[in-house]
């Protein structure tokens, strides 16, 4: 089976700190990491080259120099009025597809946001499980200002998951920043750390994942993120129903009881 770590990228970079953890950094630090039709369709290939390495547990997400990510490449945006509706329609596909195949993948995904996350990159930094903030962090949802709507790549449905419709409105509306400390109070992020040090705090609460059964941290991303779109409280147990009952049936589930009935550690092997 081949790891993710044996693929090549142009947009991002990978490395693996620790055993089960991958960190996926944006390297396009002289356009502040911004998004490229390259850049989409290779969030699509690392998406399934994750889903084929059983070996990682969690993947963290950040950015190369003084960056998160700013969003669309807007030296490419003279181009967006002479593509016509179907060129458009078929450049946003494509976009969606990348961010979508990441938000997808079967492992939990932590953005550690470091400086702005603006635009399509403030799309990204929802697409995660969780987010934590560097101090510098700034997020935007710029998208009115430059003459487009803030219903891109998954804003409108996340946003107002995360902080409520009102204030995912008047973010949305004034393509205003939220700066680090008030994202932390609004919930838009965990956690606040300096510059220096997100990147290793994000890199610690993904071991503190890693430590827990791979199959049950897996189909609760799952449920978790399907009971966001299922539209009644039967429908969500019944599908929690169904995740119990798999995580019951692993070898994980058996060694995860042994261990607690003989206060050690857990050794799980993700079968």
């Known amino acids: 089976m081949a790891s993710v770590l044996d693929h090549e990228f142009d947009t991002f970079t990978l490395n693996s700190p620790e055993s089960g953890i991958v960190v996926m950094t944006l390297n396009r630090p002289a356009t502040y990491n911004s998004m490229t039709d390259l850049?989409?369709?290779?969030?699509?290939?690392v998406a399934w080259a994750i889903d084929d390495d059983d070996d990682i547990r969690v993947l963290v997400l950040t950015g190369a120099g003084?960056?998160?990510?700013?969003?669309?490449?807007?030296?490419?945006?003279?181009?967006?009025?002479?593509?016509?509706?179907?060129g458009m329609l078929n450049k946003q596909e494509r976009a969606a597809r990348g961010m979508l195949a990441l938000r997808s993948v079967r492992i939990p995904v932590i953005a550690a946001v470091n400086g702005a996350a603006a635009g399509g990159g403030f799309s990204l930094a929802l697409a995660a499980d969780i987010r934590i903030a560097a101090e510098s962090a700034k997020f935007n949802a710029a998208f009115v200002r430059i003459g487009l709507s803030a219903g891109d790549l998954g804003t409108s449905w996340l946003l107002p998951r995360l902080v409520g419709p009102g204030r995912a409105s008047e973010i949305a509306f004034t393509g205003r920043q939220v700066l680090a400390d008030e994202a932390c109070e609004i919930g838009l992020v965990s956690s606040v750390h300096p510059d220096t040090e997100v990147v290793s705090e994000a890199i610690a609460l993904a071991g503190r994942i890693a430590e827990n059964s791979p199959t049950g941290v897996q189909l609760s991303k799952r449920a978790l993120q399907a009971n966001a779109e299922i539209g009644s409280y039967q429908a969500a147990i019944e599908l929690e129903n169904r995740g119990q009952a798999l995580a019951t049936r692993t070898h994980d589930m058996a060694e995860?009881?042994?261990?607690?009935k003989e206060k050690r550690p857990a050794h799980y092997s993700g079968a």
């Open 256 to 260: 995860a009881l042994n261990a607690f």
């Open 39 to 45: 850049m989409f369709e290779e969030f699509e290939r």
């Open 66 to 86: 003084r960056a998160f990510c700013s969003g669309f490449d807007l030296a490419d945006a003279d181009e967006l009025p002479e593509l016509g509706a179907v």
